[in-house]
C-alpha cells in the first residue's frame, strides 16, 4: 500500500504565503506524477497543479503567477509553494499520487491539509 501525508497547512492572511508539502511512503516502484487538488466548502474538489515526475508542471488558471509546484525525486516528496494567498484559496488542500507498485498502477490520496486565508 501507499501513502501520502501532506503538511503545512495554516492560518494565513491576505498576501502572506504558505508551503505544503506531501510526502509518499510505501510500496512504490516508480512515481508517473503528483498533483494538489483542493475543495472549499460546498464546492467540488479541483485540480490546482500537477507536476510529473519527468518534470514539467500544469496549473490552474487561477493560481498562476502565485503558486509553485515543485518535487524531490529521492524524497519521494512534492512541495506546493504558494505565495500572494487569497481569501479564494480557503480549501482543504489534497496531495495526490500517481504511482506504480509492486502490482499495479494506481491513484492514491492524501487526507488533506487545511488552508484558511483570512484578515
Known amino acids: 500500500q501507499v501513502q501520502l501525508v501532506e503538511s503545512g497547512g495554516g492560518f494565513v492572511q491576505p498576501g502572506g504565503s504558505l508551503r505544503l508539502s506531501c510526502v509518499a511512503s510505501?510500496?512504490?516502484?516508480?512515481?508517473?506524477?503528483m498533483a494538489w487538488y483542493r475543495q472549499a466548502p460546498g464546492s467540488l474538489r479541483e485540480l490546482v497543479a500537477r507536476?510529473?515526475?519527468?518534470?514539467?508542471?500544469n496549473y490552474a488558471d487561477s493560481v498562476k503567477g502565485r503558486f509553485t509546484i515543485s518535487r524531490d525525486n529521492a524524497q519521494k516528496s512534492m512541495y506546493l509553494q504558494m505565495n500572494n494567498l487569497a481569501p479564494e484559496d480557503t480549501a482543504v488542500y489534497y496531495c495526490?499520487?500517481?504511482?506504480?507498485?509492486?502490482?499495479?498502477?494506481?491513484?492514491?490520496w492524501g487526507r488533506g491539509t487545511q488552508v484558511t486565508v483570512s484578515s
Open positions: 510505501g510500496d512504490i516502484f516508480s512515481i508517473v506524477a
Open positions: 507536476i510529473r515526475w519527468a518534470g514539467d508542471a
Open positions: 495526490r499520487g500517481d504511482i506504480n507498485t509492486s502490482f499495479r498502477y494506481d491513484t492514491f
